[in-house]
């Protein structure tokens, strides 16, 4: 081959590798990671579709007591796909590290700190992405107001994205076993979307699922989305909910995968 | 260049290197040999900023990799013992990904030069196919393209020509050459020995974790005294009398694993018979006797007492 016309990359080539420009080709791979497989995604909406038409309506016909739970069954029904689609990254990080692909991306030269954004970035715009076209569905079903209330909806979604990003990457990080992670994960994915009013009103839950939803950021996210879309007024205390839900688990997920990669943990 | 300086790495209670101290010049190629487990991959992970040292310094072309990671990984490519290639990417994404991180060439560059190395090792038409698809010999090949396809400034090899067919190994060597020619410094771990030898210029022998010695090839078997090498099978379980051989000025040294013996000499051809002769009127039973230059393997059982194998 004609390699000897080719130069040796010299460091200060790389000078130029603007720092946004590696946070976003950390969250490129991550994205591109959960759209390869596009049947999955493909036979997920139509089920989601399918789950939503059939069961909901049937549902709606059985409970008079609630009238309008069929439109508040959909908004919940797409904030718990943002939940757990979100929750996704936590299981890529994890077998990353264990196949050693971990390894392979720590030798390129991004800074760890970036490497990190990026990541979180991209495990919530990928959920955001994902969701999108059932949101959209949900969002004429539900003759949303105008396009602020839209707009609302979709911060309180990707919000929820980024928290449970973030509560997922911690997760993937501080546990060390395999088995007790796919536990551990999936528990807390059962807790944070079932302990919420996201398919249920609390009234309709047993009351210690009642005494722990008002807690769950799936909750906070449900309850302003529906507050947005319904064009009534601002869910504040919602809003603020989900706020503080992202700023400590992204706080904590960033910190301690930040400590486990420079701290050679991984090692 | 780079140093290392008393680096150690503690995995638990296991020091996987310890004390290691050694500086690679500039746009030579060193290779590491040693069996496995010995702390190659270690080492080279903690230069590249992935493990970092317990103990000591390392610096790459004056930087500390501890003190400033990013400097020094813009500098270095690695190709992984295992390669780490997403399984689900063909070669062509695999490689065209890891210039887009490593190098800020533009996309007609970036897929000229992806296509050249892909040729050149004869996996072009496979470029799309899946590399958990591959064979290890193909995904290995994907592995080392990365670097050879990045050409960075410090490109590290692990064990480079694992798995791969006669052909392809030299091939490998030969680009690894090339690389050196254009100004890298080069650093290949291996556990064979043909391999340390006729690629590396110089060669750090390691072993459980530590620097045993370092020198080019041809001036570490001059230093396994005298040139030549005397290998006896004795008859089983049999107490070999050492001092009876090294009675003889030519007899360097004497060494024995298991009924092999290994005796290094110089003017070995002369002293033959008389080697033989004075085991066998001890009652030293031979099983078979061979002569032969000094190799490698002999420098790496003369400095560490056991065979790489
Ligand atoms: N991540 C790790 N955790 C614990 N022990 C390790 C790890 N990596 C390597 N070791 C141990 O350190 C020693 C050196 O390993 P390694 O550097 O891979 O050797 P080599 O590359 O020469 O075969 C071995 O005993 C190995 O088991
Ligand atoms: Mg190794």
Redesign the interface.
């Known amino acids: 081959m004609s390699s000897s016309t080719i130069q040796v990359t010299d460091s200060s080539d790389l000078s130029g590798q603007s720092t946004s420009r590696l946070v976003l080709q950390m969250a490129r791979r991550d994205i591109s990671t959960l759209f390869r497989t596009p049947w999955i995604i493909i036979s997920r909406s139509l089920a989601f579709i399918i789950q939503l038409f059939v069961f909901a309506y049937l549902i709606s016909g059985l409970v008079v007591k609630f009238p309008g739970f069929f439109p508040y069954y959909a908004v919940g029904s797409v904030v718990s796909v943002v939940a757990s689609i979100s929750f996704i990254i936590g299981y890529d990080i994890f077998e990353e590290a264990e196949e050693g692909l971990l390894d392979y991306l720590l030798t390129l030269p991004i800074p760890r700190r970036e490497f990190i954004i990026g990541r979180a970035l991209g495990g919530a715009v990928r959920a955001m992405i994902y969701t999108i076209p059932m949101f959209a569905i949900v969002a004429v079903l539900e003759n949303f107001s105008n396009s602020l209330s839209l707009m609302a909806a979709i911060l309180d979604l990707f919000l929820l994205a980024f928290g449970v990003t973030g509560l997922s990457i911690t997760v993937a990080v501080s546990v060390r076993s395999a088995n007790r992670f796919d536990v551990v994960l999936a528990l807390l994915e059962l807790a944070v979307s079932r302990a919420s009013t996201a398919l249920y009103p609390l009234a309709f839950m047993p009351s210690y699922v009642a005494a722990l939803a008002p807690f769950s950021p799936v909750t906070f996210a449900a309850d302003s989305t529906r507050a947005a879309l319904s064009g009534s007024s601002l869910d504040i205390l919602g809003l603020a909910g989900l706020l503080a839900f992202v700023a400590i688990f992204l706080g904590l997920g960033a910190t301690f995968y930040f400590r486990r990669l420079e701290g050679g943990v991984y090692a | 260049m780079i140093g290392f300086d008393k680096a150690g ?1 503690r ?1 638990g209670t296991l020091d996987a290197v310890k004390e290691f101290s050694m500086t690679i010049q500039d746009e030579e190629i060193l290779g590491l040999l040693g069996p496995n487990g010995a702390g190659k991959t270690t080492l080279m ?1 903690m230069m ?5 040292p317990t103990s000591g310094k390392i610096s790459v072309n004056g930087l500390d990799v501890v003190q400033h ?3 020094v ?6 190709a ?1 013992q ?1 390669p ?1 290639v ?1 399984g ?1 990417l063909g070669a062509f994404d695999v490689l065209n ?1 890891h210039l ?5 060439l533009d996309k007609v560059e970036r897929e000229d ?1 992806v296509e ?2 892909l ?2 090792v004869d996996l072009w038409d496979a470029r799309n196919k899946r590399t958990w698809l591959m064979s290890g010999g193909m995904r290995k090949k994907v592995e080392d393209c990365k670097v ?1 396809a ?4 410090i490109a590290v090899f692990d064990e480079p020509t694992a798995f791969l067919d006669v052909p392809s190994r030299l091939l490998m060597w030969k ?1 690894i050459r ?2 050196r ?4 410094t080069v650093i290949v771990a291996t556990n064979m020995m043909d391999e340390a030898e006729r690629l590396s210029d110089r060669v750090a022998i390691v072993n459980l974790g530590k620097l045993v010695a370092i020198d080019a090839p041809e001036q570490l078997k001059g230093k396994t005294k005298g040139g030549e090498v005397l290998e006896l099978t004795v008859g089983n379980g049999q107490e070999f009398p050492r001092e009876c051989l090294t009675q003889f000025s030519e007899v360097q040294d004497v060494s024995q694993e298991n009924n092999k013996v290994t005796v290094y000499l110089s003017g070995g051809r002369l002293l033959l018979p008389k080697i033989v002769e004075t085991l066998t009127n001890r009652g030293v039973k031979i099983d078979s006797v061979h002569l032969k230059e000094v190799t490698l393997e002999d420098v790496f059982l003369n400095y560490t007492g056991h065979r790489l194998e």
């Open positions: 790495k995995f992970l590249g900023t992935v493990y970092r990671p990013n400097d990984r813009k500098m270095i490519g690695i992984f295992d780490r997403d689900i990904w887009k991180m490593t190098t800020n030069r050249k190395v040729r050149a050879l990045q050409r960075p400034k680009m090339e690389l020619d254009e100004g890298s």
